[in-house]
């Protein structure tokens, strides 16, 4: 890894050299604030160091032959890595799902066995247990019991399933904030609505951009937004971010970016809810991917409920056979969900959620479950 220091005025000069010296997918490591110059104190200037890294490319070849068998290489490694990691993920979700099983088993071992097979079931799709008892006590309460071989099971369960879906889809106008955890998709989902409101519905669209640390998520939103046509400004700073929305004053819809935050850290999360505050979003959507643990997204929206988001984006549906968080969303975080995304197609892979929809898909996902274990 290359590791580098720059002495500058500001942030904005920091980001020219970095990206000049490193490339676009340099990432900063940190930022303070040092003086030099002048005599014992007096008359000495205010710079900014900023430290920023990048991972060293051990083979540098100049054939383009070999360059593109590198590039072929590359892409089989990435396939077998992400089908590893998917893999290994399956693995812990099967592991965590049996050990679910296990202890609601020993808790219910005089339970009816319709009850057993359908808290398998929703077990299995990661829902959270104090949903399992509501609806299963829906069920005792409403229908008695309900027979999985029965044609009509799969309304009932979606008739059940219907009121814990929450969802909304509003004509969205004004300034809209994505905000999230890292790596669940949010500049994507970003382009993917840009690009939707843009060409499918006629609006006039701008894109705001808060993402200054990953300078590849920067030039990748940027790619997409030539595409499209639609007009993308970079703000690094809150007094920045003012000045270009007001710039941008005239368009239907303006979509801010932000850096993706840990729920765990701290700071971070004080950082965009500070910006969040400055900026006055009409909307925020929280992103979160649908490949988290029901545990996961209960952190996730504990500690983004300071930011408090309007509508909840759930991301990823493509790489996950867990549906759960179609329920534990709305438990978990109070708010509707307003999109799913279901794969990495700029702008087809996004649906606008529909709690009926939604419910008939768990309904059916659950039956299939049932029927073949």
């Not at 500690?303 to 549906?317: A, C, G, R, W, Y």
Request: glycine share 4%; no cysteine.
């Amino acid at each position: 890894m290359i590791v580098k220091k720059y002495l500058v005025k500001d942030i904005k000069e920091a980001l020219e050299k970095i990206k000049i010296e490193l490339g676009k997918d340099a990432v900063i490591l940190g930022t303070r604030k040092i003086k030099k110059g002048g005599f014992l104190g007096i008359g000495a200037k205010t710079f900014l160091e900023v430290t920023a890294a990048v991972e060293e490319n051990e083979v540098k070849q100049n054939n383009e032959m070999k360059t593109q068998q590198i590039y072929q290489l590359q892409e089989i490694l990435s396939k077998n890595s992400q089908k590893r990691s998917t893999d290994e993920l399956n693995e812990i979700k099967k592991m965590m799902y049996e050990l679910k099983t296990m202890v609601s088993m020993q808790k219910s071992d005089n339970e009816p066995e319709w009850i057993r097979d359908l808290r398998k079931a929703l077990n299995f799709h990661d829902v959270n247990q104090e949903i399992i008892e509501k609806v299963i006590e829906y069920i005792r309460i409403k229908y008695g019991k309900i027979d999985f071989e029965d044609e009509n099971t799969r309304f009932v369960l979606s008739e059940i399933f219907l009121p814990f879906i929450k969802t909304d889809n509003p004509d969205i106008t004004g300034k809209v904030m994505f905000v999230g955890p890292t790596g669940v998709g949010k500049t994507t989902t970003l382009a993917k609505l840009a690009a939707k409101m843009s060409i499918n519905e006629h609006k006039k669209v701008g894109i705001l951009t808060l993402d200054t640390y990953r300078i590849a998520a920067t030039e990748q939103l940027k790619t997409y937004a030539t595409l499209m046509d639609i007009p993308m400004r970079v703000a690094y700073t809150p007094k920045e971010a003012k000045i270009e929305l007001e710039a941008m004053a005239d368009f239907e819809v303006v979509f801010i970016d932000t850096a993706g935050r840990s729920q765990k850290n701290e700071l971070q999360m004080n950082e965009i809810k500070a910006m969040a505050e400055i900026i006055s979003p009409d909307y925020k959507f929280l992103v979160v991917g649908m490949q988290y643990r029901s545990s996961d997204l209960e952190l996730i929206s504990k500690k983004f409920n300071d930011v408090s988001p309007t509508h909840i984006i759930l991301t990823k549906m493509d790489e996950t056979s867990s549906l759960g968080h179609f329920l534990n969303a709305g438990h978990f975080i109070n708010k509707p969900i307003i999109y799913i995304t279901n794969g990495q197609r700029v702008p087809d892979d996004i649906i606008e959620a529909s709690n009926k929809e939604l419910s008939i898909i768990l309904a059916r996902e659950v039956l299939n479950y049932v029927k073949s274990s």
